[in-house]
């Protein structure tokens, strides 16, 4: 069975306190995985897609990679309002097109 | 990207009665997704609308409980029917503009009571 499984459940930081959250999976044939930040009421709002084990992508303070069992998101000097749920999805070959799988997501606070 | 919008945002709904939530899109796409995200809980794919024909349905969902329309490339509605306190969850709706990516509307907050 594909799943996502995303650690830690919460993190709190101080402002300026790297760190990273992991996403591993365990899926028949990796098509993709997704990275959504979630802030409260609102709905995921896309952040990267990584598709191949070494590639990277940046984003302001976030940077994400990705190996042949797990991504991770990496936040380098964290601001509060990077306070959000961060999620990670994968879509598999051979599954429903469009079928994202999510893991539960890590609720990230930082403080000032 | 795409712009999203749902409604109505949120709502609060009796057992038995059903709801129907709208969403739509700024511009035409092909894919368009239902999720729902119970507390707690991971989203989940409940249906793929596709326009012009009927929607696929994932494994536990099912069109009598969920019927779905897709009337054009652009407006998508997702009915949920015979409710119970166990559809209290925040259903949202979903596009793909011709990659891998999708992007989520606001969301409804549905809660039954």
């Known amino acids: 069975e594909d799943q996502v499984t995303q650690s830690p459940e919460a993190l709190r930081l101080q402002e300026g306190e790297s760190s990273s959250l992991n996403c591993s999976y365990t899926?028949?044939?990796?098509?993709?995985l997704f990275w959504y930040r979630q802030d409260p009421g609102k709905g995921p709002e896309f952040l990267f897609t990584?598709?191949?084990a070494g590639e990277e992508k940046e984003k302001e303070r976030l940077k994400a990679t990705l190996t042949k069992k797990e991504s991770f998101l990496h936040i380098t000097a964290p601001k509060p309002e990077d306070s959000a749920t961060y999620l990670c999805?994968?879509?598999?070959?051979?599954?429903?097109?469009?079928?994202?799988?999510f893991g539960k997501g890590t609720k990230l606070s930082v403080k000032p | 990207s795409a712009v999203i919008s749902q409604k109505p945002s949120r709502d609060i709904c009796q057992r038995g009665t059903s709801l129907t939530i709208q969403c739509q899109v700024d511009?035409?796409?092909?894919?368009m997704f239902w999720y729902r995200q119970q507390p707690g809980q991971s989203l989940t794919l409940i249906a793929t609308?596709?326009?012009?024909?009927?929607?696929?349905?994932e494994s536990g969902f099912v069109i009598d409980k969920f019927p779905i329309s897709r009337p054009n490339l652009t407006f998508s509605t997702l009915t949920v029917s015979n409710m119970s306190p166990e559809d209290s969850s925040i259903y949202l709706c979903?596009?793909?503009?011709?990659?891998?990516?999708?992007?989520f509307g606001p969301g409804t907050r549905l809660t039954v009571t």
């Open positions: 990584l598709y191949s």
């Open positions: 609308a596709n326009q012009g024909s009927e929607a696929t349905y």
């Open positions: 999805a994968v879509l598999v070959y051979g599954g429903s097109q469009g079928n994202l799988i």
């Open positions: 511009s035409q796409v092909t894919m």
């Open positions: 979903s596009v793909s503009t011709g990659f891998d990516e999708q992007y």
């Open positions: 899926v028949s044939g990796l098509r993709g």
